[in-house]
């Protein structure tokens, strides 16, 4: 076993080890014996019907890491560590995980725009493994609910679990969120964005945003959806890709975003977090119109610097302070 010295690294080593046991008895993937490794750490036993020699292997790693004593930040990051490992075996493109800087960012975010809330509601319609749902949930210093809607099943059981795990309120819904839902609308919305095409045309008919011809994008119903479910004066935050707004139903956003919202950012990461220029992504700050909404005078519009530059993230940082105090009068 490896020399683990943090509780982080502890946790994300039981975790490994006691998913590649579950992995090879159960004959699953790695990412499902880590939602079922996660389960029994929750439970404080194994939960699975397993050979003699197996639990009690199991049993000997939930005896060596205390989770309820842990910081919900440690277990998020150890339980990402686990899902980055599993990611690669994975082949299904959407199986990608939100950037921990970017997750601890768009927290930021959504402290700034709650600032003036008591407490916050939050939604987020592709929650995959709630990496960013928690993250967000983690970095608010005031009670928050949320819930989430995700279609695949295996990372749906990993947000489950790791809600669980750090003990946050989540409701769970094992749904694709463009189809027909009744939620109540929240304070805040955020995701980071599938992309790519919705394959059901009848239920995308529904939509204003719909293609009006072949395929809709998913990530554009995506957005009109979370319009829809989101309060009036309320919050979006997206993560979405850089060529958003440069295809050929570009327009159609752009008009239906004007009508319904008021862009108040887009501030773009820095291009050496992504593989290529293809792949980069920003990060978009809508408000929904309500009879409070501010139109800012100006966009926060940047381009961020390195987050390993520390000297111009800060000075960054206290620019984007800055612009919602002045344009929003939020602290």
């Not at 819930?147 to 809600?163: I, N, Q």
């Not at 969120?177 to 394959?199: E, F, K, N, T």
């Not at 050929?248 to 950012?265: C, H, V």
Request: aromatic letters at 6%; a negative charge; glycine letters at 4%.
């Amino acid at each position: 076993m490896l020399e683990a010295k943090t509780n982080l690294e502890k946790l994300f080593v039981v975790l490994d080890e006691s998913a590649e046991l579950l992995k090879e008895e159960l004959d699953v993937t790695y990412l499902e014996a880590l939602a079922e490794a996660g389960e029994n750490f929750f439970q404080g036993e194994v939960v699975q019907d397993l050979t003699s020699s197996t639990k009690k292997q199991l049993e000997q790693r939930l005896q060596q890491v205390d989770v309820e004593s842990l910081h919900k930040e440690e277990v998020r990051k150890a339980l990402q560590l686990a899902v980055l490992k599993g990611m690669k075996e994975a082949t299904q493109p959407n199986h990608a995980l939100t950037p921990d800087t970017v997750a601890v960012f768009i927290s930021y975010l959504v402290n700034k725009v709650t600032s003036k809330m008591k407490d916050v509601t939050i939604g987020d319609p592709a929650v995959g493994t709630g990496n960013l749902l928690t993250a967000v949930m983690n970095g608010l210093p005031k009670k928050s609910k949320s819930y989430g809607l995700e279609a695949d099943e295996t990372l749906l059981h990993l947000a489950f679990v790791s809600a669980n795990l750090q003990q946050q309120e989540i409701e769970l819904y094992h749904q694709d969120s463009i189809r027909p839902l009744s939620l109540a609308p929240v304070d805040v919305m955020i995701s980071d964005l599938p992309i790519g095409y919705y394959p059901n045309d009848d239920i995308a008919a529904n939509y204003e945003l719909k293609a009006k011809e072949g395929r809709s994008f998913v990530h554009h119903l995506m957005i009109e959806k979370s319009l829809e479910l989101t309060k009036e004066n309320g919050y979006l935050i997206f993560l979405i890709p850089n060529f958003l707004f440069e295809s050929d139903q570009a327009p159609a956003l752009n008009a239906y975003l004007k009508e319904k919202s008021i862009i108040l950012g887009l501030l773009q990461l820095p291009q050496t977090m992504f593989k290529n220029a293809q792949s980069g992504k920003s990060i978009l700050i809508l408000q929904k119109k309500g009879p409070d909404a501010i139109q800012p005078r100006q966009a926060l519009l940047a381009e961020m610097p390195s987050f390993s530059r520390q000297d111009a993230l800060a000075d960054m940082l206290k620019q984007i302070d800055r612009w919602f105090k002045e344009e929003l009068n939020l602290s």
